[in-house]
């Protein structure tokens, strides 16, 4: 099945500056790669995603590159602000008929300071 | 219809006893899904249903655990003789597609 390894678990920013989350996965066949913030006792909410025809894909300071031949996949925050502050959590499905469960990262703990 | 719906939000149950969870996903979402999160890990896949049919199960559920969706609606997760690993949070989700998943608030399990 799916692996999906995800790096760094924690990371601490300084408020404006960027953050970069990475994460890789096993399954060539994988195509859809969405990720997932959650902040302390809520939901996880979906922020951005891409799919394998695509290589990169940005929605105001958020951006997402995929690298198929590589099999990783990052996110990228820039200008980050303290409600950034979350975990993280990138995710793998291959979308294929019926088929279409996630498999997540373990998080990335994202904090920005003042 | 503003989004999945989890009852209960939270569930304290002692050791052995079976518990019952309910998920009320967007009305328009065909495909419905059952995850478990941990303290510090991301939502682990439980099992999937395509309107009333059941159609994946993750290896590493228990016999214990079952899930229904009777008439492709609501689904409901069900847990026997429960134990002190079933703590967890059960976190509901469902798709239009299998693209954009939106995930309920979760129910919180302690088993003591």
């Known amino acids: 099945g799916e692996n999906v390894e995800q790096h760094p678990s924690t990371l601490s920013v300084q408020e404006g500056d960027s953050a970069v989350i990475k994460c890789t996965y096993s399954d060539s066949a994988s195509n859809y790669f969405p990720w997932y913030k959650q902040e302390l006792g809520k939901r996880p909410q979906l922020i951005i995603d891409i799919r394998s025809n695509v290589g990169e894909k940005k929605d105001q300071r958020i951006a997402v590159t995929l690298n198929k031949t590589a099999k990783h996949f990052s996110l990228h925050i820039t200008e980050t602000q303290p409600e950034d502050s979350a975990v993280y959590f990138c995710?793998?499905?291959?979308?294929?008929?019926?088929?279409?469960?996630?498999?997540f990262g373990t998080g990335t703990r994202l904090q920005v300071t003042l | 219809d503003t989004g999945v719906s989890q009852n209960p939000r939270h569930k304290i149950t002692k050791r052995g006893q079976n518990v019952t969870f309910r998920c009320d996903p967007i009305?328009?979402?065909?495909?419905l899904y059952w995850y478990r999160q941990t303290l510090g890990q991301g939502p682990e896949f439980l099992t999937y249903f395509q309107n009333e049919a059941q159609l994946e199960k993750s290896r590493l559920l228990s016999d214990r655990f079952s899930a229904e969706r009777p008439k492709g609606s609501f689904s409901t997760l069900e847990i026997q003789r429960t134990e002190q690993g079933d703590s967890a949070m059960y976190l509901c989700a469902s798709s239009p597609a299998g693209y954009g998943y939106t995930f309920g608030s979760g129910t919180r399990l302690t088993v003591v």
């Open positions: 009305s328009e979402h065909n495909r």
């Open positions: 995710a793998a499905s291959k979308i294929a008929g019926t088929a279409s469960k996630l498999t």
